[in-house]
């Protein structure tokens, strides 16, 4: 199941304004979000007289409703659902950020505008942060109502983060990872505590073309505990004769996103990190002190300096290579 972030706060306190900035931030950086709106008024279906409130009216249990765009369901239920019954059905996002669901042991943001209240309803135990105008000093962070992404990096760290390299800290192969990665644990020097030092580590690669694929494909088969993929392009037709991770049905859509669907298909027991975006002097090195070590998959020089300089700054081992025509160069 996905990570659960609530954001809640009184009435009219702007968390749907708020809502839409932070799904904004994480889709920026490459996240695939879901979102839930959580409303104990009465239960009303679409807007009166429409086809969909039609169906319902005439005793439709579920009524789903299809469009070119996108696709929403409302089931009528004897009671309400729990955050995990609900994200059951989000299982393909990176995040889930629900909106005023105060209950739960998901971690919770609350905005308190001064307009609106001068404290948090909830206690500060409860809370992961505040996001308000007022001074407030509560012993946890709080944050300017616009700072969006500071609160972005907040969840990424504790929660996103977190949960990823929980994840990663496997402590022994059940049968069917012994099975899976039988190749690796019979090379000498590698064996089962080699295989789970693989677990245990992560790195990023810079590109998910011609060589981030092939690249990205066998690190993850390998099962390298967390992969991070850093590209700003959109599989086109042209890539497809040599880039392994992208397909046709993947035309027009961000490469890290295909690839991460690959690669997380491959194999389940990876976290795969995608950051829809280039790499440049400005979030290299935070972007960098976060992983083992770094691919440099990029095809111009200007990207392979930043990258250069970062992982010197950051203290991290790089792999860098190259392709021309036929030709490949490390």
């Known amino acids: 199941m996905p990570p659960i972030v609530s954001v809640v706060g009184c009435s009219n306190s702007?968390?749907?304004?708020?809502?839409?900035?932070?799904?904004?931030?994480?889709?920026?950086?490459?996240?695939?979000?879901?979102?839930?709106?959580?409303?104990?008024?009465?239960?009303?279906?679409?807007?009166?007289?429409?086809?969909?409130w039609r169906h319902f009216q005439a005793g439709s249990e579920v009524v789903g409703l299809a469009t070119p765009k996108g696709f929403g369901l409302v089931r009528k239920l004897q009671q309400e659902m729990s955050i995990e019954e609900i994200a059951s059905y989000m299982g393909d996002v990176d995040i889930i950020i629900v909106e005023g669901f105060k209950g739960g042991p998901q971690p919770k943001l609350e905005l308190v505008r001064s307009a609106i209240s001068k404290e948090p309803v909830l206690a500060p135990e409860e809370l992961l942060a505040v996001i308000s105008d007022l001074p407030l000093k509560l012993g946890l962070p709080v944050f300017q109502l616009e700072d969006i992404p500071s609160v972005a990096n907040l969840?990424?760290?504790?929660?996103?983060?977190?949960?990823?390299?929980?994840?990663?800290?496997?402590?022994?192969?059940?049968?069917?990872?012994?099975?899976?990665?039988?190749?690796n644990i019979?090379?000498?020097?590698?064996?089962?505590?080699?295989?789970?030092?693989?677990?245990?580590?992560?790195?990023?690669i810079v590109g998910t073309g011609g060589l981030g694929s092939p690249v990205a494909y066998y690190l993850g088969a390998a099962g390298i505990g967390r992969l991070g993929l850093i590209d700003g392009d959109n599989v086109d037709y042209s890539n497809l004769q040599r880039q392994i991770l992208h397909a046709t049905a993947d035309i027009g859509?961000?490469?890290?996103?295909?690839?991460?669907?690959?690669l997380e298909s491959i194999n389940p027991d990876i976290e795969v990190t995608a950051y829809q975006k280039l790499l440049t002097k400005e979030n290299a090195v935070d972007l960098i002190k976060q992983y083992d070590l770094v691919v440099d998959a990029t095809d111009n020089l200007a990207s392979r300096y930043v990258i250069n300089k970062a992982c010197i700054e950051a203290g991290k081992p790089l792999f860098t290579r190259e392709c021309y025509r036929w030709w490949d160069k490390s």
Do not use: C
């Open 14 to 52: 702007g968390k749907t304004t708020f809502l839409e900035k932070l799904i904004k931030e994480f889709k920026f950086r490459g996240y695939r979000v879901g979102s839930v709106k959580h409303h104990r008024g009465a239960f009303e279906m679409d807007i009166e007289g429409k086809d969909t």
């Open 155 to 183: 969840i990424e760290e504790q929660v996103v983060n977190n949960r990823k390299t929980n994840v990663a800290k496997i402590e022994s192969l059940d049968l069917i990872q012994q099975k899976r990665y039988h190749r």
């Open 186 to 204: 019979k090379l000498p020097g590698v064996g089962e505590a080699g295989q789970l030092k693989l677990f245990q580590s992560s790195v990023l």
């Open 253 to 262: 859509r961000p490469k890290v996103q295909s690839a991460k669907e690959k």
